[in-house]
C-alpha cells in the first residue's frame, strides 16, 4: 500500500504544473479527526489483532516554508481513548494516544482561487500511550504501566478556498505495556495502526 502511495504521488509531481507560493510564509492550524479503520496488535507470548470502535481525535500545526512549496513544522494530536473489540464478555480495554512530531510536506498549487493544492505529508515523532485496562477480574495486587513509543505517519491532503484543509493520513503508534502481580508477570508489546480523515482550517501569516 505504501509503494502504491508513493508512486501516484511522485507521477503527480511530474505532470501537475505547479505554481510557487512566498517562501517564509508561516502557516498555523486546528484540525479534528476521525478515523475510517483502526487497530491494535498485543504481542506478548502470542500475537493477536484487535480492531477498534470509532473514536475522534483534535489536533494543531504550525509550518514555516523554507522554500517555496515546501513547509517544515511540528504538529500534536490527541487521540482518545477507543475500545478494543474483544468477544463478548471479555476485559473492556481502552487505548488512545497524544502524538508531537516532525512533519514536512510539498505543495502542488493550482492557479484557482476554489481548489488551492494538493500535498504529500510526513510526519515522525513521539507517541504517548493512554491505555486503560480492565483489571477487574484480575489479582487484587495487579497493575499495569504503560509504556511510549514511535509514532509515524504518512498522507495526503488539500486545502480548499484558502482556509479549509482535508487530509487522508495513514498513521502506526508503538508502545508496551508490563502487567505485574501475576504469576507470571508478563508484558504486551502494544501497535496501533489507523487511516484517518483529518478537517479542518488554517490561517498565514509572515
Do not use: C
Not at 8 to 21: S, W
Amino acid at each position: 500500500m505504501k509503494k502504491s502511495l508513493f508512486a501516484a504521488l511522485l507521477t503527480f509531481a511530474l505532470v501537475v504544473p505547479v505554481f510557487a507560493a512566498e517562501q517564509g510564509t508561516m502557516e498555523a492550524g486546528v484540525k479534528a479527526g476521525i478515523p475510517l479503520a483502526q487497530q491494535t496488535t498485543l504481542d506478548g507470548d502470542g500475537s493477536a489483532d484487535y480492531d477498534m470502535k470509532t473514536t475522534m481525535s483534535v489536533g494543531a500545526d504550525f509550518f514555516y516554508y523554507v522554500d517555496y512549496n515546501i513547509a517544515v513544522g511540528v504538529g500534536a494530536e490527541h487521540i482518545f481513548n477507543s475500545k478494543l473489540k474483544y468477544a463478548p464478555g471479555e476485559p473492556k480495554d481502552k487505548i488512545g494516544y497524544t502524538n508531537i512530531y516532525f512533519q514536512v510536506k510539498y505543495n502542488f498549487d493550482f492557479d484557482d482561487d476554489g481548489y488551492n493544492n494538493i500535498y504529500p505529508i510526513f510526519q515522525l515523532g513521539y507517541g504517548i500511550l493512554h491505555a486503560d485496562w480492565d483489571l477487574r477480574n484480575d489479582p487484587p495486587s495487579a497493575s499495569v504501566e504503560n509504556y511510549n513509543g514511535v509514532y509515524w505517519g504518512i498522507g495526503v491532503g488539500t486545502t480548499i478556498a484558502r482556509y479549509f484543509i482535508m487530509e487522508l493520513i495513514y498513521s502506526f503508534n508503538y508502545g508496551s505495556a508490563e502487567f505485574s502481580g501475576y504469576e507470571p508477570d508478563f508484558e504486551y508489546d502494544v501497535s496501533t495502526y489507523r487511516f484517518k480523515l483529518n478537517v479542518g482550517f488554517k490561517f498565514d501569516f509572515y
